[in-house]
């Protein structure tokens, strides 16, 4: 649940992430403000290419030498963008955490789950011996759901299944109670049953801790079930945010609305689902004005492919980058 504690874990503002390329610099996030609130979980949403992963790795300081990220992002009052790499290290892994989609990739596969979730502690805190760091390790397997964990800490990652393997993926990210927590596409390939079990394993941790939690994911379906409030990205822009039931219900971007006229819903009959028309443009092809209003049925060229959007406020917590947004509410009410 979500802290009253006014002041943001992690505050983003103005976030541009710019990659040097053959053609030229390629701005893969433009932009980008957001918060993250102590126990609050903020849901980032969009197809591939928007964005979602390249500010995340900015955030972290994980973005490779060909790209430069400019803007603010201040996690704790503190600059991240000012700090040092051997400043940044001390950070990842400590305060913030990072849980990546591909666990079997992302485990060794020649140490056991247990040195490898003893390592994560260790590694920000040398002072504990041997049995202290299983002890540990056994409890934080305990608390992301593993079944039997005296017996798993001396196991492999191919032991384990793939719903198994994730929650040590998580064992490892709260190993030293960070504050932020960056779920990267944590359910992507596991069934429906153990998404709902990763899904509800994080949830139970930050009821416990308190963690705030950055959920990256393209499945609106996952945010519907843990997010506190959403944001949806579209190349590289922030095209809405709200809480998470007016989302839903509400949606104040075109864009959004043809992401949720995609999704099969179970409370309603619908003769079919809905297709956004044509292909997201290439990131050195981006349109002037909206970058959606290519795809857009609301779009009027004179107006969306030259004015550059500005966030308008739908009500005090809810605001969409769309120019039309009054008009075209006015029509689909």
Do not use: W
């Amino acid at each position: 649940m979500m802290s009253t504690d006014a002041s943001p874990v992690l505050s983003v503002r103005d976030l541009t992430v710019t990659y040097r390329t053959d053609s030229g610099p390629v701005t893969a996030v433009e932009r980008l403000s957001f918060d993250v609130a102590p126990g609050e979980t903020l849901g980032i949403v969009g197809e591939s290419g928007s964005g979602k992963s390249a500010a995340t790795m900015a955030i972290m300081g994980l973005l490779p030498r060909n790209a430069t990220a400019r803007g603010s992002v201040l996690f704790g009052g503190r600059e991240l963008l000012d700090l040092s790499d051997r400043e940044l290290r001390a950070v990842r892994g400590n305060r913030i955490a990072v849980v990546f989609q591909d666990a079997l990739a992302a485990l060794n596969p020649m140490m056991t789950i247990g040195a490898q979730v003893a390592e994560a502690v260790s590694v920000h805190d040398a002072s504990q011996g041997r049995r202290a760091l299983r002890e540990r390790t056994v409890d934080l397997l305990d608390l992301v759901g593993i079944a039997s964990p005296r017996d798993r800490v001396d196991q492999y990652p191919h032991e384990l299944s793939g719903g198994m393997r994730q929650r040590v993926m998580i064992a490892m990210g709260i190993a030293n109670d960070p504050a932020l927590l960056i779920a990267d596409e944590p359910t992507t390939a596991l069934d429906v049953t153990v998404q709902a079990q990763v899904l509800d394993v994080i949830e139970r941790v930050q009821d416990r801790t308190d963690t705030a939690v950055l959920l990256i994911t393209h499945d609106l379906g996952v945010v519907a079930g843990i997010a506190d409030r959403v944001m949806v990205m579209y190349c590289g822009r922030k095209l809405e945010e709200s809480p998470v039931d007016a989302l839903f219900h509400h949606p104040a971007h075109p864009y959004t609305t043809g992401l949720l006229g995609a999704l099969p819903r179970i409370d309603r009959r619908a003769a079919r689902l809905v297709q956004i028309p044509g292909q997201p443009p290439l990131p050195t092809e981006r349109p002037t004005g909206c970058p959606f209003q290519p795809r857009c049925t609301h779009a009027v060229p004179a107006v969306c492919g030259e004015v550059d959007p500005a966030p308008l406020a739908v009500d005090t917590t809810h605001t969409t980058a769309c120019v039309r947004f009054h008009e075209i509410e006015s029509v689909t009410r």
